[in-house]
């Protein structure tokens, strides 16, 4: 069975792809880029699906960014910072870290001008509280997709204006 949206008018996508990575525990299996793109597809009133990852030297990651945009997402993506963590007998563990928070909000206000009017998210980071709030007070539909325990604190109880949309497993889509 297929979740279907309901979309009011023109649309854009935002997935935040280290975040739907992380469902990969959730959902026992990897979400597959191409069926999510095909399933976006599928609306008409989409115009746009951006897909943000960040840049690194692993052959792995250079693949999956020229992957992605051969399927057609709009790609926008920055270099990964290592941050060192600790040091346990001279070996240095270092964290990787990538936020695109501010990218995301820049283009939803790109998008604002531009008229949009559906705004969807794929991401349950809670520091979006702000971003949702403004575009709900500006009449926007703003639709959060994200899994079970993936959904920030400050995005659950938001109770008005919001819609989301909670993934069990990836037949939904």
């Given at each position: 069975m297929?979740?279907?949206?309901?979309?009011?008018?023109?649309?854009?996508?935002?997935?935040?792809?280290?975040?739907?990575?992380?469902?990969?525990?959730?959902?026992?299996?990897?979400?597959?880029?191409?069926?999510l793109?095909?399933?976006?597809?599928?609306?008409?009133?989409?115009?746009d699906?951006?897909?943000?990852?960040?840049?690194?030297?692993?052959?792995?990651?250079?693949?999956?960014l020229?992957?992605?945009?051969r399927?057609?997402?709009?790609?926008?993506?920055?270099?990964?910072?290592?941050?060192?963590?600790?040091?346990?007998?001279?070996?240095?563990?270092?964290?990787?870290?990538?936020?695109?928070?501010?990218?995301?909000?820049?283009?939803?206000?790109?998008?604002?001008?531009?008229?949009?009017e559906?705004?969807?998210?794929?991401?349950?980071d809670?520091?979006?509280?702000?971003?949702?709030?403004?575009?709900?007070?500006?009449?926007?539909?703003?639709?959060?997709?994200?899994?079970?325990?993936?959904?920030?604190?400050?995005?659950?109880?938001?109770?008005k204006?919001?819609?989301?949309?909670?993934?069990?497993?990836?037949?939904?889509?």
């Open positions: 297929t979740k279907r949206l309901l979309l009011k008018g023109k649309s854009t996508a935002f997935i935040d792809w280290a975040n739907v990575y992380g469902w990969t525990k959730s959902l026992k299996q990897e979400v597959d880029p191409v069926k793109f095909v399933y976006l597809k599928s609306y008409s009133e989409i115009e699906i951006r897909l943000y990852f960040g840049t690194d030297d692993h052959p792995k990651s250079k693949e999956f020229e992957n992605v945009e399927i057609g997402y709009e790609v926008i993506t920055k270099p990964v910072k290592y941050i060192l963590i600790t040091e346990i007998e001279g070996q240095k563990i270092y964290r990787r870290k990538c936020d695109f928070d501010m990218e995301i909000c820049i283009d939803a206000h790109k998008a604002l001008k531009d008229g949009l559906s705004f969807i998210f794929f991401t349950g809670g520091d979006f509280e702000p971003l949702y709030k403004m575009l709900i007070e500006l009449g926007r539909q703003v639709i959060v997709v994200y899994t079970a325990g993936h959904l920030g604190r400050e995005i659950w109880n938001m109770k204006g919001i819609f989301k949309v909670e993934l069990e497993n990836l037949m939904e889509l």
